[in-house]
Structure formats: structure tokens, C-alpha cells
């Protein structure tokens, strides 16, 4: 490749390169500032080691908590669906991925505020149970909801990495398995699961951050009674204009992240369980 076409292709990530700038490392530059700092511009620890306060600490608590449990969930639900989906004929498949991605397509925010209606006292769910003479299901500001929510969230997260890893896996490996006797259980112990693991990290991952850091969903579902670290650092930011403890603690939670990538990165090597 000549010098010419090089310099074509630099430029043409120029764009890609000033965005990244602006929007990724900027930004990142200002918490790190802001968060290793005090009010007088002074180095400090102080933000960061905040997180070891009790209201901090207790608040993180029940984030990693409510986020291992929506992960968990979510990973159970979500490997009998991807294994459904490479079950089925290609026609089908296309269309069962849609279902999955369609709700993806719809705001956020909106997704959970519908299920903030359903999940009322008087909302459509409790309104159908009455009209039937059942029990009202009061489930509403509990951590149960938040976890309902997560789920609802971020399930496609987990389901589509796996469905990605499964259908990579070699359909000959597993009919050589069955031809040397192996039974379901083996074949699945033995070949389905060790190839599938990428995407169970990739889905661990895109589920366990966003959990994590969500502020939203508790917010709503909670009722704001659970305060979890994202509602802490979103309230330092937008009430308290704290904007040092704020950053302080985001760099705590960017910790989780950058442990969660080299996971990414040392079980899945390849890529394999994306798909992006």
C-alpha cells in the first residue's frame, strides 16, 4: 500500500479520532480531575476513599448485590433461549433475534417507566389481578422491582453473545461426540459449554456493568427508597453540585469496569461472543 492511500485512510478516520476526543477522553480527563481533586484544585484521595463511608459503602453493597443477582438470573434465562434459538430452522431464528432486539430500538427510560405503570398498586397488573379476586402484587419500591427491571433491561445483553457462541460452534464436534457415545449431558458438558464461554463472559460483562451503574431503574422502581452507588453519585452530581465526590466515586465504579474488561479480554481473545 502506497503512502497516498495511507494518508487517505488517516484522514478518514480524522472524524472518528476528534469525536473520540471530545466525547470519550474529555470528559474522562474532567472526573478524573474532578474526582482527585478538592474544591481548592488541591490533589486529594479524600473523594475516592469516600467510597469507604457507610452511606457510600452500604450503597455499593446493594448495587453489586441486586447486579450479581440480575446477572444471575439473567445468565439462567438466557442460555435455554440461545440454545432454543440455534435449535431452530435460519427463518425463525432472524425472526426470534428480532423479538429479542426490538424492545433494544425503544428509549430506555420509556421501557422502564412502563413497567413503573404495570408494577403499580393501581397499576394494569394488580387492576387485572383484582378483577379476577386475587392477591394484589405489591412488589413496587422493593428490591424485587428493581431486579425485575434490570432483568427486563438487559437481558438481550446476555442472550445474544451466547446465541453468538453457540452458533459458531461446529455442528461436526458435536455429531463425532454422539457418534463416540456420549450422551446430552456429556455432550453438553464436555463441547457446548467450554466453547460457549466467551460469549457467558461477553453476556456477564454487558449486563453486570450496566447493572451496576444504573441509577434509573431504582430511581423508578425503587421509588428512590434504595439508594444504590449510581443514585448516590447521580444526586452528588445534579442536588449536591459535588462534582469532586461525584468523580471520586466514579473512578471507584471505572475499578469494576476495567476488572470486567480483562476478563472480556482474557476469555475471549478472539471475539467470539460479541455481537456487535
Not at 471530545?22 to 480527563?29: D, M, R
Not at 432472524?94 to 424492545?103: M, T
Not at 408494577?119 to 422493593?142: D, Q, R
Not at 425503587?222 to 468523580?247: D, P, Y
Request: aromatic letters at 10%.
Amino acid at each position: 500500500m502506497n503512502k497516498k492511500a495511507l494518508l487517505k485512510k488517516k484522514l478518514l478516520g480524522t472524524p472518528y479520532f476528534i469525536w473520540s476526543a471530545i466525547f470519550i477522553l474529555v470528559p474522562l480527563g474532567m472526573v478524573f480531575y474532578y474526582g482527585l481533586t478538592d474544591r481548592t484544585g488541591s490533589f486529594t484521595l479524600e473523594n475516592v476513599l469516600a467510597i469507604s463511608a457507610p452511606e457510600h459503602a452500604k450503597a455499593l453493597g446493594i448495587a453489586l448485590l441486586l447486579s450479581l443477582i440480575a446477572t444471575l438470573i439473567c445468565l439462567l434465562l438466557a442460555y435455554p433461549l440461545a440454545m432454543i434459538l440455534c435449535g431452530q430452522k435460519n427463518g425463525r431464528q432472524s425472526f426470534i433475534v428480532l423479538i429479542f432486539i426490538l424492545p433494544m430500538w425503544m428509549n430506555f427510560l420509556l421501557r422502564t417507566l412502563a413497567w413503573q405503570t404495570l408494577l403499580e398498586k393501581t397499576g394494569v397488573i394488580n387492576s387485572i389481578l383484582n378483577f379476577l379476586h386475587l392477591p394484589s402484587l405489591n412488589i413496587i419500591n422493593t428490591p424485587y422491582a428493581i431486579i425485575l427491571g434490570m432483568v427486563y433491561n438487559f437481558l438481550p445483553f446476555m442472550v445474544l453473545p451466547i446465541y453468538n457462541a453457540l452458533a459458531k460452534i461446529d455442528g461436526n464436534l458435536i455429531n463425532a461426540a454422539r457418534d463416540l457415545g456420549a450422551n446430552p449431558l456429556q455432550v453438553f458438558m464436555k463441547i457446548t459449554l467450554p466453547l460457549s464461554i466467551p460469549g457467558i463472559i461477553s453476556g456477564i460483562t454487558m449486563v453486570f456493568i450496566p447493572a451496576l451503574t444504573t441509577f434509573v431503574i431504582s430511581k423508578l422502581l425503587g421509588g428512590s427508597k434504595i439508594l444504590l452507588i449510581g443514585n448516590v453519585i447521580e444526586e452528588e452530581f445534579t442536588q449536591a453540585s459535588n462534582w469532586h465526590l461525584g468523580s471520586g466515586l466514579s473512578i471507584v465504579l471505572m475499578l469494576f469496569i476495567i476488572v470486567n474488561m480483562l476478563l472480556t479480554a482474557i476469555f475471549d481473545k478472539d471475539g467470539e461472543g460479541s455481537f456487535l
